[in-house]
């Protein structure tokens, strides 16, 4: 079955060529959360005016407020017009809103269920969405089972025909351990088929994510070198220069080995650490992360390989900031951690013998998300010492935001007449290179669920092996009485350096 218009002289195999979603709709549990009005909503309407959506487009809001269709209409034209990334167009907007619904009800209210039912299939009716939808769950993760059985319940899980199809989108955090996560893919499972569950890890939608696929295997000058023999170890990370702001009630609690390492980090990692795949179809993909992830073990020491730390109150962005136990909503004697560093090995003859050290953390320095793949020093043997005193060592940074691009450090002679070598960087920006701007990543997920492309969506399998990576550390760090701290506007403790002391490393200044 196809998700697309056909076209004759399209070729399916031509990724070059745009995909347009075929008739469809999606509905939005939490329409009006954060979530949805800052980045869903937008990324629908930045998809429109591309022209990536069909006519026959729907989108229903379910929340508990009581809007009636105007209201609804004006509050989601607004959140769209303000954060759109593409120009603003009153005709697209208004295509758009042809196929506007809004369905007020609590997740225990059956009637705001059939509601809901008799409302996609007006929508199948009237706006010709063919029985074709995705449900998008920008909800806390407390209630993903009971939507999901709520949907199973009321038939909307299965497709009216042969012909069409229903998904579910979960947004992360998909569980908070290794036995949570295995409880909600198994409530999941019940409703859904493995092929209709996408599970959002926003990051995996980035261009500058995706590019690091581009940049391994289309280049044949960096096989080679991408292994043990050459590569003395790999940073990976991502600091904000934030705090927590209103999130309290969902951070305090959950913490940044969790919030970020758990998905994001441990999937920069699979794509870096991963070999080649047959191909760039979801399958092969998987089971190339897969094999990393499986293979991937956190420290035999986790009181030397570990760190995790909070903010207290210092210097950011020219201001004095609280400390993160004086963030509204967070109880005095929280042991959360702001920060979070971890030490872990594959267990792969490629990459046995080279740590790769992650991390993670709030009211950092800058805010930067980048891969540093660190190669060994070159013996000098025909430098003296004083000739190589300032050179580093030869790094390859993949930044992933917010100067998105790729970085080559390697040593260089600095003009005159003696043999003085320095460290020098050759420099690629994807903005100086490239007129267009990159789609926000929510715009190409969004669309790989309308047209049912999994690639960057992560499985269950995934997701469960990342628990085992980080279950235990979390477990060793609960039994702590104590936590480190750093203040704001620094790059972290001082128990994070001497974690990479210990291994003679030091970690990169972004």
């Known amino acids: 079955m196809s998700t697309q218009y056909s076209n004759p002289l399209r070729d399916p195999?031509?990724?070059?060529?745009?995909?347009?979603?075929?008739?469809?709709?999606?509905?939005?549990?939490?329409?009006?959360?954060?979530l949805a009005q800052r980045k869903l909503i937008p990324a629908i309407y930045d998809l429109a005016n591309r022209g990536l959506l069909p006519p026959s487009f729907s989108l229903i809001g379910f929340a508990r407020h009581d809007f009636d269709i105007e209201e609804f209409a004006e509050r989601t034209k607004a959140a769209a017009k303000a954060g759109a990334r593409t120009q603003w167009r009153d005709s697209v907007w208004d295509q758009l809103a042809g196929g506007l619904r809004f369905v007020p009800?609590?997740?225990?209210?059956?009637?705001?269920w059939l509601n809901l039912a008799s409302t996609m299939k007006e929508l199948d009716q009237q706006q010709g969405t063919g029985g074709n939808h995705a449900f998008y769950l920008s909800i806390p993760p407390a209630f993903f089972d009971v939507v999901v059985s709520k949907l199973k319940q009321h038939g909307l899980a299965d497709p009216d025909d042969e012909g069409s199809w229903r998904r579910v989108v979960v947004e992360k955090p998909f569980g908070h351990d290794l036995q949570s996560a295995q409880k909600l893919n198994a409530a999941v499972?019940?409703?859904?088929?493995?092929?209709?569950?996408?599970?959002?890890?926003?990051?995996?939608?980035?261009?500058?994510?995706?590019?690091?696929?581009?940049?391994?295997?289309?280049?044949?000058?960096f096989e080679p070198i991408w292994n043990n023999h050459y590569v003395d170890h790999v940073q990976i990370t991502m600091a904000e220069d934030i705090g927590i702001g209103t999130r309290a009630g969902y951070y305090d609690g959950i913490g940044a080995a969790r919030d970020v390492i758990q998905n994001h980090l441990l999937q920069l990692m699979a794509l870096i650490a991963m070999e080649e795949p047959?191909?760039?179809?979801?399958?092969?993909?998987?089971?190339?992360?897969?094999?990393?992830?499986?293979?991937?073990?956190p420290p035999q020491r986790l009181d030397l390989h570990t760190a995790r730390a909070q903010y207290v109150e210092g210097w950011a962005g020219g201001v004095e900031v609280d400390g993160y136990l004086g963030e509204e909503g967070i109880p005095p004697d929280s042991l959360t951690e702001t920060y979070a560093a971890i030490r872990v090995d594959i267990g792969t003859r490629r990459w046995a013998g080279v740590p790769f050290y992650l991390r993670a953390g709030k009211r950092l320095g800058r805010r930067v998300t980048e891969v540093a793949v660190v190669f060994k020093q070159a013996p000098h043997l025909p430098f003296s010492k004083l000739e190589v005193e300032e050179l580093g060592q030869n790094a390859l940074v993949m930044r992933i935001q917010p100067d998105e691009g790729v970085t080559l450090r390697f040593g260089a002679k600095v003009p005159g007449t003696t043999m003085e070598i320095r460290d020098v960087n050759m420099d690629f920006a994807y903005g100086g290179t490239f007129v267009q701007s990159s789609p926000e990543a929510y715009e190409r997920l969004i669309l790989d669920v309308l047209l049912g492309d999994p690639p960057l969506f992560p499985q269950h399998e995934e997701v469960e092996?990342?628990?085992?990576?980080?279950?235990?550390?979390?477990?060793?760090?609960?039994?702590?009485?104590?936590?480190?701290?750093?203040?704001?506007?620094?790059?972290?403790?001082?128990?994070?350096?001497?974690?990479l002391a210990r291994d003679g490393r030091r970690w990169r200044r972004p």
């Open 13 to 34: 195999n031509d990724r070059r060529l745009p995909r347009i979603a075929g008739p469809c709709g999606l509905v939005i549990f939490g329409v009006t959360g954060d």
């Open 105 to 112: 009800g609590t997740f225990d209210d059956d009637a705001a």
């Open 189 to 221: 499972a019940e409703v859904f088929p493995r092929e209709s569950v996408f599970r959002i890890d926003h990051y995996l939608g980035k261009e500058t994510v995706q590019n690091i696929l581009a940049f391994r295997f289309a280049n044949g000058m």
């Open 278 to 297: 047959v191909s760039f179809d979801a399958g092969s993909l998987r089971i190339e992360k897969q094999k990393i992830l499986a293979n991937a073990r």
């Open 465 to 499: 092996l990342s628990w085992r990576i980080l279950d235990p550390i979390i477990e060793h760090w609960a039994r702590q009485k104590r936590i480190d701290t750093y203040p704001a506007g620094t790059w972290g403790p001082e128990s994070a350096d001497k974690m």
